[in-house]
C-alpha cells in the first residue's frame, strides 16, 4: 500500500446500492396464489379466492404493504390473530392463521397447524426455487454490524437483498 494520497475507507457503499438492496422483507421475493402458498406450507384456502396472489409477506400489520400475505403470528406479549382486521384494512391480500377466529368478510385465508412454521416452510421452499446464494451470519454478539458491513461490500458488485432490521421475535 503506498503512503501516497488520501486512505480509503475498508468499506464503501456505491452510488447503486439503493437500486440493488431491498428495502423490505420478503416483498420482491414471492408472488403466489394462495393455493400456491397453502400447497407450500401444509395449509388449505378456508376462505376466498384461492387464486388470490401475495406479492410479498409479512407478520406486522403497522408495516404491511398492500397486497402481502399477513401471517398472524403468536408472541409472547401480542398474537397476530387480533390484527387480522387491521392487516385486511392495509391491503393484506390474504391471511395465513392457525386458530380459529374473526375473519374479515371477503378476505382469502389459509389456515394451517402453525404459522410460525408455515412461514418457515415458505421461506424454505422460496430458497429451494430460487437461483439465490445465501450469506448466514452468526455468533453471539455484532452480528447487525457484519450484516450492515457484508451487504455494503456485497452490492458494489451484486444484486442484495438484505433484512432491514432485526426480527428477533421469538
Known sequence: ???????QAPFR???????????TMGASVIARSAAEIAAAI???VVQGDASVR???????????NAGEAFFAIRGETHDG???????????????????SCALPPGMTVVQVADTTSALGALATD???RSHY??????????KTT?????????????????????????
Open 1 to 7: 500500500v503506498s503512503g501516497r494520497g488520501r486512505r
Open 13 to 23: 457503499r456505491s452510488r447503486s446500492v439503493a437500486r440493488h438492496t431491498h428495502a
Open 42 to 44: 401444509g395449509g388449505a
Open 54 to 64: 401475495a406479492g410479498g409477506v409479512s407478520i406486522d400489520s403497522r408495516t404491511l
Open 81 to 99: 390473530h387480533a390484527f387480522i382486521d387491521r392487516a385486511a384494512a392495509g391491503g393484506a391480500s390474504l391471511a395465513v392463521i392457525h386458530e
Open 126 to 128: 422460496e430458497r429451494n
Open 133 to 142: 446464494k445465501v450469506v448466514a451470519i452468526t455468533g453471539s454478539s455484532g
Open 146 to 170: 457484519v450484516r450492515a458491513l457484508t451487504t455494503a461490500a456485497l452490492s458494489a458488485r451484486l444484486k442484495t437483498a438484505s433484512s432491514v432490521g432485526n426480527f428477533n421475535n421469538q
